[in-house]
C-alpha cells in the first residue's frame, strides 16, 4: 500500500510539470510547424533565409522547444517544494539540457531540485535575524550547488556513456541486416521523443548524410512522425481510454506530427509511460525496418511531410509511415485501460490556476 501511494505521489509531481510544460510545447511547436507550413508556400529556400518570416517563426519555435526540459523540472521543483524550487529547478533543467540528459534528466533534477529544498527548509536552521536571506540567497544557493553538481557529476556521465556506447553499436550494424538496423534506428527515433537517445540518433543519422548515405535520415523522420499519427489513430479506436486533456494535447500533437515534431505526445507517454513508449517503439521498428528493406532515402536532415516529395520512392515512405502508425494505434488500444473517473478528477484539479496568495512559503520545524 506505501509503495502504491509513493508512486502516485510521484505521478502527480510528474503530471503537475507536464501542465505547466503543455502551452509551451503547444506554443512553440505550432509556430515552428506554422514556418514550416509558410516556407514551404513561399520557396522552401526562405527557410535557410535568416530574417526571412518563416526563418524566424521556426527560430522562436525552435527556442521555445528548447525550454521544455527547464520548464518541466521547475514545475516538478514546484509542486515538491512550492515557490523556492522554482529558481533551481529552471537552473537544474537547463544544465541537463547542456549535459544532454534531455527530458527524463530534466524530470530526475526536478525531483532532486524539489525534495532537496523540502531538506533545506526542514533541517537548516538560521538565526531570526538571518531567515529574510533563506528564501533569496540560502535555498537558491544551496539547492543550485548541490544539485548542479549531482546533475553535473552523477546523471550527465552515465547518460553521456550511453549515447557514446550506442553511436558505436550503430556503426557496426551497417554491415548487418537491414531490416534490424532499420528497426533499431527507428526505435531509438522514437523511443524519448526527442530526449538524448532521439538525438543520438538523429546525430548519427545527420552524420551519414553527410557521406552520401541517406537511408537512416528516412528511418528519423518515419520514428518522429509515428508517435503522434499512432496515438491519433489509437484515440479514434478507443475514445474511452483517453483523459479530456489527453484529447486536448492530441489537437496539437497530430499537427506538430507533420512537421515531425514529436514532443508534442510527451504529455500523454507521461501519464502512461510504459504502454505508449512500448506501442510507438513496436510501431517504429517495424516502419524502421521496411524503410531500409525499401530502399527509402531522405536528402534533407528535416521538414516533416512536407518535403517526403523530395524522398527517393516516397510512396513506400507514406506506406512505411502509414503500417508503423496502425500499428502503434492497433497496439495501444488494446494495451491501454479505460479512463476512470479518478483520472478526469485529476485533470480538472490541474486545469484550475493556483492563485500565488494562497502559496505561502514556510521554514519547516
Not at 9 to 35: D, E, F, Q, R, W
Not at 218 to 239: C, D, E, H, M, R
Not at 315 to 332: D, E, H, K, R, Y
Amino acid at each position: 500500500m506505501a509503495k502504491s501511494k509513493n508512486f502516485t505521489v510521484i505521478k502527480n509531481h510528474i503530471l503537475t510539470g507536464i501542465s505547466y510544460m503543455l502551452p509551451l510545447i503547444v506554443g512553440a511547436g505550432v509556430c515552428m510547424a506554422l514556418g514550416q507550413v509558410i516556407g514551404r508556400l513561399i520557396g522552401a529556400e526562405s527557410l535557410e533565409i535568416e530574417g526571412s518570416l518563416p526563418w524566424v517563426l521556426v527560430q522562436i519555435g525552435a527556442w521555445g522547444l528548447g525550454l521544455i526540459v527547464p520548464v518541466i523540472a521547475a514545475a516538478i521543483a514546484y509542486s515538491i517544494a512550492d515557490k523556492p524550487g522554482i529558481a533551481p529547478g529552471v537552473i537544474i533543467g537547463f544544465i541537463a539540457n547542456q549535459i544532454e540528459a534531455g527530458f527524463i534528466g530534466g524530470i530526475l533534477g526536478g525531483f532532486l531540485v524539489g525534495y532537496l529544498v523540502r531538506a533545506i527548509m526542514k533541517y537548516i536552521k538560521v538565526p531570526k535575524s538571518l531567515q529574510g536571506l533563506m528564501p533569496v540567497m540560502i535555498i537558491p544557493l544551496l539547492s543550485i550547488t548541490i544539485s548542479g553538481l549531482i546533475m553535473y557529476f552523477v546523471i550527465g556521465g552515465p547518460i553521456a556513456y550511453l549515447q557514446n556506447s550506442l553511436i558505436g553499436f550503430l556503426e557496426s550494424m551497417q554491415g548487418g541486416s537491414q531490416f534490424l538496423f532499420g528497426g533499431i534506428l527507428g526505435s531509438m527515433a522514437t523511443f524519448d521523443f526527442g530526449g538524448p537517445v532521439n538525438k543520438t540518433m538523429s546525430m548519427f543519422a545527420d552524420g551519414l548524410l553527410v557521406e552520401g548515405v541517406y537511408g537512416p535520415e528516412a528511418v528519423k523522420f518515419v520514428g518522429s512522425i509515428i508517435p503522434p499519427f499512432g496515438i491519433t489513430i489509437s484515440y479514434f479506436l478507443t475514445k474511452n481510454k483517453y483523459t479530456k486533456s489527453e484529447k486536448e494535447s492530441l489537437k496539437a500533437a497530430f499537427p506538430m506530427g507533420i512537421a515531425m515534431i514529436t514532443e508534442g505526445v510527451i504529455p500523454i507517454a507521461a501519464r502512461d509511460l510504459i504502454k505508449v513508449v512500448g506501442s510507438c517503439v513496436l510501431g517504429s521498428f517495424v516502419a524502421g525496418g521496411l524503410i531500409m528493406t525499401w530502399g527509402v532515402e531522405a536528402p534533407v536532415p528535416h521538414g516533416g511531410l512536407f518535403v517526403v516529395p523530395l524522398f527517393t520512392n516516397p510512396w513506400l515512405f507514406m506506406a512505411a509511415l502509414g503500417i508503423g502508425s496502425v500499428i502503434t494505434g492497433v497496439t495501444l488500444s488494446l494495451w491501454k485501460k479505460q479512463v476512470t473517473e479518478e483520472d478526469e478528477a485529476f485533470d480538472e484539479m490541474e486545469s484550475n490556476s493556483v492563485d500565488d496568495d494562497a502559496i505561502v512559503f514556510t521554514v519547516e520545524g
